[in-house]
């Protein structure tokens, strides 16, 4: 993955959990989802964590 791509991942992973978490807080959902809405806002921070590993893997293996 490119820089500029993991740029666009990573900063729109925080804006899309941004947007879960004032979901949940203003109540615009039902309480049914609020464990769904925070099992994929954890989800996406693992795989943000992944993806960081592989890319500093990366970057140490071209140096």
């Given at each position: 993955m490119e820089p500029k791509w993991y740029t666009y991942f990573n900063y729109g992973s925080i804006a899309f959990v941004a947007v879960l978490l004032i979901l949940i807080l203003t109540n615009s959902v039902s309480r049914d989802y609020y464990?769904?809405?925070?099992?994929?806002?954890?989800?996406?921070?693992?795989?943000?964590?992944?993806?960081?590993?592989?890319?500093?893997?990366?970057?140490?293996?071209?140096?």
């Open positions: 464990i769904p809405l925070l099992i994929i806002a954890i989800i996406i921070f693992i795989l943000r964590i992944i993806f960081r590993v592989i890319i500093i893997k990366k970057i140490r293996e071209r140096e």
